[in-house]
């Protein structure tokens, strides 16, 4: 079933989850009722109120309620997700454990716990605990053998001035224009998250095109990033209010265009190509001669896509770790051939086969 670019449903999640089609979403992100258990009004320490989560979509009678709910929309965004699509899920520590163990139950494969620590946390007024500070997001994959999940390990890389992005992330809460608000100047929903979570998630675990799930839309944080990113989105979302917002804010949005959302990307995201197809192209030939990039060691090229020095015969890979007496070696940068410019890596020619493929 093709999805369009922006879908909004106004209805229970549980009913509008029933009605998707198996294994048509790439990403699910959810962002459910946390079950706060708020016992009374939060106050500051000069008796003003506290601006608190007291809806009724967060208040649940037990902890087995809020179990079975939370067994039940898992259990529909797993049938939802295609068999390389994954999940994530935020919340606070009222919650998160219980889901997770949910997750688990239910057959997904947790591929990393995030913390979101918040640069600007809501101080703890009451001076009773220590402030909190953060919410854990939990990424996993539908089921433990779905290797092919996305993630574009080297644009979060690039992201973070090309360093590895760790599973510890500080981003502000949603603040100033960012936060919506209504013509009253009230908070349009108490739990509205920051836009740039959102795009770092979709970033790193979508591509352009993908279909995104929001079973909690709320004020459609998760449809603003996907559309701005060139996702498409599917958003449910009960309150009526929250609609409104929504879609007014989606409105605004400019989506980037198809060459702006393009990432960096890894060899290990390309095509495949063996060295014997380097051979069968004839890109290189049986008898030629390759020699690490210094021209002091050589090996000759055999029919079948093996390299031969002496009487020790091998993969480009095995060849190149024999002759430098070391443990392994990536045969595509140690092994080159000669051009009228001098000496070139075989991994130019890997790359032309790669063009062509994808030409």
């Not at 797993?78 to 454990?97: M, P, Q, T």
């Not at 279909?211 to 958003?235: C, E, M, N």
């Not at 190509?273 to 192209?281: M, N």
């Not at 045969?331 to 063009?355: N, Q």
């Amino acid at each position: 079933m093709g999805f369009p670019s922006e879908t909004i449903i106004q209805g229970d999640c549980m009913a509008e989850l029933k009605k998707l089609p198996d294994r048509s979403v790439d990403l699910v992100f959810a962002d459910p009722p946390y079950n706060l258990q708020l016992g009374g009004d939060l106050l500051r320490p000069d008796n003003s109120k506290v601006d608190a989560v007291d809806d009724e979509w967060d208040q649940f009678e037990s902890f087995a309620a809020y179990d079975a709910f939370t067994r039940e929309w898992l259990a529909e965004c797993r049938r939802v997700l295609k068999d390389d699509g994954a999940l994530w899920v935020i919340g606070s520590y009222h919650n998160i454990f219980r889901v997770g163990a949910t997750l688990q139950d239910l057959g997904f494969w947790i591929l990393n716990d995030v913390i979101w620590r918040k640069s600007n946390p809501m101080p703890n007024f009451k001076g009773t605990r220590f402030t909190n500070a953060h919410e854990t997001l939990i990424w996993a994959a539908k089921a433990r053998g779905a290797r092919r999940y996305t993630f574009n390990y080297d644009a979060m890389k690039m992201a973070n001035d090309e360093l590895q992005r760790r599973s510890d992330w500080t981003i502000p809460l949603c603040t100033g224009e960012e936060r919506l608000k209504d013509e009253n100047g009230v908070k349009a929903h108490p739990t509205q998250k920051p836009e740039s979570l959102l795009h770092r998630l979709i970033l790193a675990s979508t591509k352009p095109g993908d279909v995104i799930l929001a079973p909690f839309f709320g004020t459609g944080t998760t449809g603003a990033a996907a559309k701005r990113l060139g996702r498409r989105f599917i958003g449910i979302e009960r309150e009526s209010a929250y609609i409104q917002v929504a879609t007014r804010r989606i409105a605004l949005v400019t989506p980037a265009t198809a060459d702006e959302i393009q990432v960096t990307t890894s060899k290990r995201a390309e095509p495949r190509v063996p060295f014997g197809q380097i051979v069968e192209a004839g890109l290189l030939r049986a008898g030629d001669v390759l020699y690490c990039a210094k021209g002091k060691t050589s090996a000759r090229v055999r029919a079948d896509g093996s390299l031969a020095v002496g009487a020790v015969t091998g993969s480009i890979h095995k060849v190149g770790a024999m002759v430098q007496s070391a443990p392994a070696c990536n045969g595509w940068t140690y092994w080159h051939f000669k051009t009228d410019a001098g000496l070139a890596p075989i991994d130019t020619l890997r790359a032309k086969v790669r063009s062509e493929i994808a030409a």
